[in-house]
């Protein structure tokens, strides 16, 4: 059984920063495509970082620069440390997981709130 477990999120203030972590048990993050989502209320959810089974790193425009995506394939842990946050950062953030099979998993979320 697939399970990915996010954490970190919180209330900072723009410019602050926040590094959330997602572990996952059931399924390893070397072997397939990790990654983190958003969605704030009322819009669609979307890509914020991706990394691939190699290693290959692609960021929404939104972020670069700011967001970094990072794997510890020893915890099976994926983290996105976030910098100079922005009030439009402001989100639910997902934790995934999309394997070979094109099969995605999905974490139960964590809010982030930044405060202008």
């Known amino acids: 059984q697939v399970r990915l477990v996010e954490s970190g999120g919180g209330l900072v203030q723009a410019g602050e920063s926040l590094r959330l972590s997602c572990t996952a048990s059931g399924i390893s993050f070397s072997a397939n495509a990790g990654g983190w989502y958003r969605q704030a209320p009322g819009k669609q959810r979307e890509l914020v970082a991706l990394?691939?089974?190699?290693?290959?790193?692609v960021y929404d425009d939104s972020v670069k620069g700011r967001f970094t995506i990072s794997r510890d394939n020893a915890k099976n842990a994926v983290y996105l440390q976030m910098n100079s946050l922005k009030p439009e950062d402001t989100a639910d953030y997902y934790c995934n997981v999309r394997t070979i099979a094109s099969t995605d998993y999905w974490g139960q979320g964590t809010q982030v709130t930044v405060s202008s």
């Open positions: 990394q691939s089974r190699g290693g290959n790193t």
